[in-house]
């Protein structure tokens, strides 16, 4: 696992978004998942369903996902018919029967290059098992290229609640350079057409740190993202997981990192925070900014990062059911299939034990900038302060937090790099594996 932020980006996993890691996932603990879905579920467990769609008109250069390019409809409409089944098949399982849907979640991929028939098919065929009406949140990802008046239209008339445009530049030789789909026209169009039809909550990403970026091009992209007011801002630092374009390169013709170091992505967003915290915005973790903390909520990283079921539907799409973690299969042909012959389409799987299960959701909190030690005693019987004292001590001298009573707050410092402090947390054996 790389955690050291000081020096080059070089390939490996830095993003923490789990907790043990993935690499720990096995087909042997498949059994696992298959017993909490015959299990009674807890009726105080929030459930959520996570949607993924692989589809894109490219592969970025530093996407990790799994995603495939250049298929055709009849390709796509096999693939929605095959989440339409596998939903059914979830919503038979006595965990899943009957309990209403709190959030869902479109990812990719590329949600919106499914077409507004294929959409509302979509949505037709899961209205018969599952329900997103009465959801307190439904986001969709959109890549801008993608857009057009009316899918936007069928995305409002479907139940989105949430668009998240994947801007993550305004440069259009930056978005070339690091092989994004879509130019800065396409930005300012979809935008223009997710502001007509209107959202309760829009949000754009950007990206620290592209193949290419300058001082003063980012300067560039705050300002136009001033300009364009979204409810929600999310900024990430760009990293090299394993299976990129970009790390396949450096290690087979062992060239450099083509990516800013860590100190320079930090002060990139450090100075965007700035720049939106004096336009009224408040920061909401270390990835996301918001119009107002009373009003503007992200469900769906809200209730995961607290316990909450997420069914995972779709292929190598990863979720977490009556404290079971499981991933789908990774390959469309086999997850297409097994769903097609009846079967869920689960690849590997993890049960955590309860002290793993409090590090995750403290761990994720974390990156939130914020913790109340209350709620984990109340949930898990145990003071994290007491717990975690060692850690959280080595943390506040070297100035990355502080602590107050029951409270943890994360300096900038620590919450500019949150992400490098948190394996400090885990158990001693899963400090140094390997996350993915």
Known sequence: ?????????????????????????????????????????????PLGLYIH??????????????????????AIEQYVECLAREIELLSQQPAVQGRPLKFVYFGGGTPSYLSS?????LRDKLSQHVSW???DEVTFECEPGTLSQEKVETLREI?????????????????????????????ERAYG???????PQVNIDLI????????????????KTIQLEPDNITIYQMELPFNTLISKEMREFGISSPIADWATKRRWVDEAFNRLLNEGYQISSGNELVRSLDTDHFVYRDQVWRGADLLATGVSSFGHLQGVHYQNLDRIEDYQTAVESGQLPINRAFRPNDHQRL??????????????????????????LKEFGDAFRNQETAGYLEVHDRDVRLTRKGLLQVDSLLPEYFEPEHRAVRYT
């Open 208 to 223: 620290a740190g592209m193949i290419g970026e300058t001082d003063e091009n980012w300067q560039r992209c705050i300002d």
């Open 1 to 45: 696992m790389t955690t050291d932020t000081s020096s080059t980006t070089e390939v490996g996993s830095y993003f923490i978004s789990n907790y043990p890691p993935f690499s720990l996932w096995t087909r042997e603990n498949v059994p696992e998942i298959y017993k909490a879905m015959a299990a009674a579920p807890d009726p105080t467990v």
């Open 133 to 135: 009406e009465t959801a």
């Open 53 to 74: 769609i692989p589809f894109c008109r490219k592969r970025c250069k530093f996407c990790y996902f799994r995603v495939y390019t250049n298929q055709n409809a009849r």
């Open 193 to 199: 057409w997710i502001r007509q039809v209107g959202f």
């Open 117 to 121: 028939k294929q959409l509302r098919f």
């Open 359 to 384: 590090i995750r959701e403290m761990v994720l909190q974390m990156k939130e900038g914020r913790l109340d030690s209350m709620p984990f005693e109340e949930k898990f019987g145990v003071n994290i």
């Open 159 to 187: 139940g989105v609640t949430r668009v998240s445009l994947g801007v993550e530049n305004f440069s259009d030789q930056i978005l070339e350079e690091n092989g994004r789909a879509h130019l800065s026209p396409e930005i």
